[in-house]
């Protein structure tokens, strides 16, 4: 089954990160001192904003504009 934004939305974190894990990695890039990876949900994006200091996922970010995608050239 192929998970859509809105339902992404509507899944609670640790839901979130299982289906983010599942989607296809697009790139990388640093902000602020986090690493930020995208993923390709078929139907949308997912950022997903790690601490490697705090070795911990601070939040998972899905958005729907492709243009999101031009800070990871």
Not at 26 to 54: H, I, M
Request: a negative charge; charged letters at 20%.
């Amino acid at each position: 089954m192929m998970i859509t934004y809105f339902d992404f939305l509507q899944m609670s974190e640790p839901e979130q990160f299982e289906a983010v894990w599942k989607g296809t990695f697009l790139g990388e890039r640093r902000e602020k001192g986090l690493w930020v990876q995208c993923y390709s949900l078929n139907s949308f994006y997912a950022d997903v904003y790690y601490d490697e200091t705090a070795n911990c996922i601070q939040r998972v970010v899905p958005h729907l504009k492709i243009e999101q995608l031009m800070l990871y050239q």
